[in-house]
């Protein structure tokens, strides 16, 4: 009876991660270049979560417990939608623009763009816009950008976007729409299929719907996990009862 309990523990606590990353999902449907993830659960068997709970309470000689698995990324493209905005770039071809931060170089499909106060092409929260030259200064704020990424301010070249097109694998999540190369991974390659859309903005690929509805079926689970615990507990307690009589 224990191993049941310990079963649909363990089914609760794995349900409650993948309504965590479920949750995170949801909350940047709406962000640029976000990339949804998905949490895998192994273990527990191909039975709903009350079955699974009273087959490992005594029936099944084995108990298997659920257990949290590996987060995987989507790395999948979002919708890419005009905004009108000549600071809004996009990449509907391969790879990732460069950004510098504090931390270093870090890659991202999120291209809301601005110009600072040093007249440098920045993210929203500062980190400076690569290019071939390092950061990209823009003498005028009249500029365009070709698909090729090459930056063009009164017919003048300024300089070339700098896209590169790691592999999924070398990459790991930072925050937000950021990511950064794993410690053992190679300096990525420039992007050879890349093509750049100036007054375009790649959103989220994380359906919001789709996001809500996983929520819903992950937390019926979580549910059905807490009854089976409960029940276990009473049928454990009234076990104890009877033996103490004895």
Do not use: C, W
Not at 15 to 30: H, I
Not at 107 to 127: C, V
Not at 202 to 218: H, P, R, Y
């Amino acid at each position: 009876m224990m191993s049941g309990i310990y079963a649909a523990t363990s089914g609760l606590m794995a349900q409650m991660a993948k309504m965590e990353v479920l949750s995170q999902n949801l909350a940047n449907a709406g962000t640029p270049g976000f990339k949804g993830e998905f949490q895998s659960i192994e273990g527990g068997g191909d039975r709903g979560p009350l079955q699974h709970a009273f087959l490992t309470g005594g029936l099944q000689a084995d108990p298997r417990p659920v257990r949290v698995g590996r987060r995987v990324t989507d790395f999948s493209p979002g919708v890419i939608r005009p905004t009108e905005n000549p600071m809004d770039l996009a990449n509907s071809g391969s790879g990732y623009f460069v950004v510098e931060t504090p931390r270093g170089p870090r890659y991202t499909r999120a291209g809301n763009f601005a110009i600072g106060a040093n007249g440098q092409l920045q993210t929203l929260d500062g980190d400076a816009v690569q290019g071939k030259k390092g950061a990209i200064q823009i003498p005028d704020r009249q500029f365009s950008v070709d698909s090729n990424g090459l930056i063009l301010v009164k017919g003048q070249e300024i300089d070339r976007l700098r896209i590169v097109d790691p592999d999924s694998d070398s990459l790991m999540r930072e925050g937000g729409s950021l990511f950064a190369l794993k410690p053992s991974a190679q300096e990525p390659p420039t992007a050879k299929k890349a093509e750049i859309r100036q007054g375009f903005l790649e959103g989220s690929n994380v359906d919001a719907a789709t996001a809500l509805m996983q929520i819903m079926v992950s937390l019926r689970g979580a549910e059905a996990y807490q009854k089976s615990i409960n029940a276990l507990d009473q049928i454990l307690s009234q076990t104890a009862g009877e033996l103490g009589r004895i």
